[in-house]
């Protein structure tokens, strides 16, 4: 089955950094958009950074944009969050998945990892 593995979440003070990274396999991980999503208790999961395929193109959610960059390694088969300026607002579970996240024919999360932003 398609795995998608999130790491680099953790505690942070707000105004600092943390790197997440997604691993996958299992899939021709080149072929596809990608994105990184995070859900807050209470919250609807949001998608809050998107890169096509080759790396060519970027989106970001009005909330983190300048804040935070999404690169790609297709060798690696690998997607990277860089989150800069951290915000408590941030505090929530990031997910990696396709781009819509229903791509390879059925919806598939990850155990995500989670980031706190606190004080």
């Known amino acids: 089955q398609v795995q998608l593995v999130e790491s680099g979440g953790g505690l942070v003070q707000p105004g600092k950094s943390l790197r997440l990274s997604c691993a996958t396999s299992?899939?021709?991980?080149?072929?596809?958009?990608m994105g990184w999503y995070r859900q807050s208790p209470g919250k609807e999961r949001e998608l809050v950074a998107y890169i096509s395929y080759s790396g060519d193109t970027t989106n970001y959610a009005d909330s983190v944009k300048g804040r935070f960059t999404i690169s790609r390694d297709n060798a690696k088969k690998a997607v990277y969050l860089q989150m800069d300026s951290l915000k408590p607002e941030d505090t929530a579970v990031y997910y990696c998945n396709t781009r819509p996240p229903e791509t390879l024919g059925w919806v598939y999360w990850g155990q995500g990892t989670q980031v706190i932003v606190s004080s």
């Open positions: 299992r899939f021709i991980f080149s072929t596809y958009h």
